[in-house]
């Protein structure tokens, strides 16, 4: 049985940093992209941020490339998310994500298992 438990979310500044972690478990993840999604009240859950599981490349979506970093802990079954600068408009859900192959795909239908979410909310 996969898991993925989410932690780190909570309240920040406009302009403020945060790291959201993801603790994966219940099979091998070599194969695995690694992937981050958030969901604002009211909107379709959108595509944040990719890892691969075994080289760690990673895969942005335009709204937070410069301001958010993914990686992940091979050994320790970790992934992180590390954004900078953070704005309004990035309060949401985040909800870390697995699927196996690429990982450039940035829809949400395309991943196969999911965290229970953690909520982040930026202040003006």
């Known amino acids: 049985q996969v898991q993925l438990v989410e932690s780190g979310g909570g309240l920040v500044q406009a302009g403020g940093s945060m790291r959201l972690s993801c603790a994966a478990s219940g099979r091998t993840f070599s194969t695995y992209a690694m992937g981050w999604f958030r969901q604002a009240p009211g909107k379709e859950r959108e595509f944040v941020a990719s890892?691969?599981?075994?080289?760690?490349?990673?895969y942005f979506a335009d709204s937070v490339k410069r301001r958010f970093a993914i990686s992940r802990d091979y050994a320790k079954n970790m992934v992180w998310l590390q954004a900078y600068n953070l704005k309004p408009e990035d309060t949401a859900v985040y909800y870390c994500a697995a699927r196996r192959g690429s990982l450039r795909f940035e829809s949400w239908t395309r991943y196969d298992y999911w965290g229970q979410g953690t909520q982040v909310t930026v202040s003006s």
């Open positions: 890892v691969n599981w075994t080289d760690a490349s990673t």
